[in-house]
């Protein structure tokens, strides 16, 4: 019988091990099936130049940024598969983003004012969401903020995600008018400061004058 207990005890502290260690993970990981994984990470020392959007980070010279697809949901409900190259000769600014991410919901009037700051110059800014399912619940979410300027983009699976190395939500891609990858920044900032403002005014000058 002392057997049989000794065994029976060893089995539960195993079962109590593996369950503390699984919801340690969803813990850190954030706890939400929506969250995207982040099966491949980036690094790069900071750009002193930006301290106001602390973890920004430039690439020089810009580098190649993988080719994602994604829907884009067009005004009158529907949507149609595109690409980055689908903006090739205007600047980029693509937030990956969910509904669940707290910090992205707080994003996104900056994004929209942002936007309609650039409205007359070749910018582009991208709300590429990632919720599972139908693009029905980030649309919502959206108009409900009263979002309008934004181009609106969806993929639930995730896969372009992955392709360019995201490690959480919000993640901000910067791409130059090449397609090619100027920085990004993973988590939240204020994207329509003069921080910001000074990087797509730099870039936009380049393009001016085929810098």
């Known amino acids: 019988m002392q057997f049989f207990s000794r065994h029976a005890a060893i089995a539960a502290s195993i079962v109590l091990g593996v369950i503390i260690t699984v919801s340690l993970t969803l813990y850190l990981n954030g706890g939400s099936k929506g969250k995207p994984p982040g099966d491949a990470a980036f690094s790069a020392a900071p750009d002193a130049a930006h301290e106001g959007l602390k973890n920004f980070v430039r690439f020089a010279p810009p580098r190649p940024v993988a080719d994602i697809s994604f829907d884009l949901l067009l005004a009158d409900g529907q949507a149609q598969k595109a690409g980055l190259d689908k903006f090739r000769g205007a600047l980029v600014v693509v937030n990956f983003w969910a509904t669940w991410c707290a910090p992205c919901r707080r994003e ?72 090619k990858e100027i920085g990004r920044l993973a988590g939240e900032a204020d994207w329509n400061g003069p921080d910001v403002h000074a990087i797509i005014d730099a870039e936009l000058e380049k393009m001016a004058t085929g810098g």
């Not at 590429?128 to 300027?149: V, W």
């Not at 993929?155 to 995600?161: F, I, K, L, M, T």
Request: charged letters at 20%; aromatic letters at 6%; hydrophobic letters at 45%.
């Open 108 to 179: 996104m009037p900056l994004f929209d004012a942002l936007q309609a700051h650039y409205k007359d110059a070749p910018v582009r800014v991208v709300a590429l969401a990632l919720d599972r399912g139908a693009a029905d619940k980030p649309r919502k979410f959206l108009s409900e903020l009263n979002i309008t300027h934004l181009t609106q983009a969806h993929d639930p699976s995730y896969a372009s995600a992955r392709a360019v190395g995201l490690i959480g939500l919000p993640t901000t891609l910067v791409l130059d008018a090449t397609g």
